[in-house]
């Protein structure tokens, strides 16, 4: 089930605010003021930044969140209190919870972007997955030097 038009963002955690702002101007801005629904996850590098340049681009927001929004670190609560909506999946503490969610938020998207360092396999996994589900996929290469 995904909302038509909706977008999902994913990305490195190692990703700075500078860099991923720049990246998201290049590769998202032509989205905005459409009346799309994005779709993030609450990590911190690529996620938090996503998060952060919607919030100032006024666009609907939604945070999906593998557990409870106050099971979510203290430096998300303030942008969590911005969303349009927080999605709260209660799922059981594990390892596999955060690529239960990756998976969730790409079923709900019909594009998924994904921001990539090169380090770390989760965004790739999401990738593959969006792929696998017939998503529009968009892979950006982040160079990190």
Not at 80 to 85: I, S
Not at 119 to 136: D, F, I, W
Request: net charge positive; proline share 3%; aromatic share 10%.
């Amino acid at each position: 089930m995904n909302f038509n038009g909706s977008i999902m963002i994913s990305g490195s955690r190692d990703v700075d605010r500078e860099t991923a702002r720049s990246l998201f101007e290049q590769h998202l801005s032509p989205f905005l003021s459409q009346g799309r629904t994005w779709i993030v996850g609450t990590a911190r590098g690529v996620d938090q930044w996503a998060m952060e340049w919607l919030l100032e681009n006024s666009e609907v927001c939604w945070a999906v969140v593998p557990y409870t929004r106050f099971k979510q670190p203290q430096w998300v609560q303030r942008l969590l209190d911005e969303m349009d909506r927080v999605v709260e999946l209660q799922l059981p503490r594990r390892k596999t919870a955060s690529a239960i969610r990756n998976r969730h938020m790409v079923d709900l998207a019909e594009v998924v972007f994904g921001f990539w360092s090169g380090k770390g396999g989760s965004t790739v996994k999401t990738l593959k997955y969006a792929l696998r589900q017939r998503r529009e996929v968009h892979a950006i290469p982040v160079s990190l030097e």
